[in-house]
């Protein structure tokens, strides 16, 4: 990065070029004949879309990954998962600090718009502390998930898939190795085992809070009044989520005669998984095709919607949604802006939440739509497939292997717009932060 001119590109430029190079560098290793079970590789097609769903941390597949990669190929995608899920500058800066290189100015301002830091200072070792938190938590949930799998498929592949899912969690990647049961199962073995779910739930939470209210954690620990403005509106709105989505689930899908097999626990378990893992993991522990049509419409809401801010989760971000949600009471109650806990929304971020918002539905209902109209399948399905895609979620009712190369295509789009993120796009294209020095005048437009 130290090689690039400070006018001839932009922090926002090189996050996108640092995914966009990921993504191909894994397409390309997992088209080694090395890479599959088979020994005969993969199409570039199939090598391009699991690297792009890997490296946007989403998990959609068109092939089973433990009955179609071999080890090899499974080291990749998890290589591509831990990247992508950190991001792929704090990772090529993380070398940096271990190597022993100096940090400078151009790095720390990339490393900034990379995991959506509030300032420069202090930058450095801010990426220490992700660094080390994030593999804490991986090796715990490792740990613990290895001493589950260890009994039922012994030591080493036990070991490897706690790790592997782990990682998978951890990074809301929604990756599996459980084709070796039966292939795209995912977790739905597992849907009452109270381990596997809370160990997976909580990595999944965890790694959707975002990097910046971790810190709010580690440094002033029970002493709320103290966090962030950000840190309060992600740690609310998320809970609001998870319990207002379990509610649901538990409430009333579950209570449909397509599930009277469960049990009590089960079901109870379900619910919870359920509403947390369209945020944005990727993992299920039932049969989604079995899901009524208000809950299919309530995970899409919940795939959009999406994790936090400079963590390892997709979607419009949960920050967005309570600005919005903020906004609107603002109206409602006749106020020239919008406020929460004691402090002002700056209108700048009331202007790029709309943007953001805005620009997700679009794009959810252009790809929708796309895959409706040239795949053939329900509207329904069309669109849960879409919001999976830009939400980086990795949930599906089973039409993506069914895919056409276009409509493959549509996704991978959906997957890296939906990682790399709205904003960063903008940034990107636009040319300066500024904006021309003068203005139209001002002309009153009635609305509602």
């Known amino acids: 990065m130290s090689r690039f001119q400070h006018n001839r590109i932009k922090p926002a430029q090189v996050v996108i070029l640092g995914f966009l190079i990921q993504i191909l560098v894994g397409a390309c290793l997992l088209t080694l004949p090395v890479s599959t079970q088979s020994g005969e590789g993969a199409s570039f097609l199939d090598a391009l879309f699991t690297a792009t769903s890997a490296t946007c941390v989403t998990g959609l597949v068109v092939q089973d ?17 831990q990247i992508g899920g950190m991001g792929v500058v704090t990772m090529a800066v993380a070398i940096s600090i271990f190597s022993g290189r100096k940090i400078g100015l151009r790095e720390r301002w990339v ?15 801010m990426t220490g502390f992700i660094l080390k938190t994030a593999l804490a938590i991986e090796a715990i949930g490792a740990l613990v998930l290895a001493l589950r799998f260890c009994p039922e498929f012994g030591l080493g592949k036990g070991i490897w898939y706690g790790i592997f899912h782990a990682v998978s969690a951890f990074c809301n990647a929604g990756f599996d190795l459980m084709g070796d049961k039966a292939a795209f199962s995912s977790l739905t073995d597992y849907t009452g085992d109270p381990v596997i779910n809370a160990a997976v739930c909580l990595l999944i939470v965890l790694g959707g809070l975002g990097f910046l209210v971790w810190q709010d954690v580690a440094a002033h620990r029970w002493h709320v009044n103290r966090y962030r403005l950000q840190s309060k509106l992600v740690l609310s709105t998320t809970a609001l989520l998870l319990v207002g989505g ?12 397509q599930w009277a097999d469960l049990s009590g626990q089960e079901r109870g378990l379900a619910a919870l998984f359920q509403s947390v893992s369209p945020r944005t993991a990727g993992f299920n522990t039932v049969d989604l095709t079995l899901l009524s049509a208000p809950t299919l419409l309530v995970t899409i809401l919940l795939m959009l919607a999406g994790g936090s801010p400079g963590s390892t989760a997709g979607g419009f971000k949960t920050t967005t949604l309570a600005v919005l ?12 802006g919008a406020s929460a806990f004691g402090r002002r929304l700056p209108e700048v971020v009331i202007r790029n939440s709309c943007a953001l918002f805005v620009l997700y539905l679009t794009l959810f209902l252009t790809g929708g739509l ?47 717009f939906g990682r790399v993120g709205g904003l960063t796009m903008i940034y990107a294209m636009t040319a300066r932060p500024g904006g021309p020095a003068s203005q139209y005048p001002q002309e009153q437009v009635t609305v509602g």
């Open 246 to 257: 379990g509610l649901f689930y538990g409430l009333y899908e579950f209570a449909q005669p």
């Open 325 to 336: 949600f903020l906004a609107v009471l603002g109206v409602f109650r006749r106020q020239s």
């Open 111 to 125: 490393m900034q718009e990379s995991i959506s830091a509030p300032q420069v200072g202090g930058i450095v070792r």
């Open 370 to 416: 796309l895959l409706c109209c040239v795949e053939g399948i329900p509207l329904m399905s069309a669109l849960f497939e879409a919001a999976s895609a830009i939400g980086t979620v990795g949930l599906t009712l089973g039409v993506t292997t069914e895919l056409s190369s276009f409509g493959q295509l549509i996704l991978i789009f959906l997957m890296y």
């Open 65 to 81: 990954t433990a009955q179609f990669w071999s080890p090899f190929g499974q080291g990749v995608i998890l290589l591509l998962i």
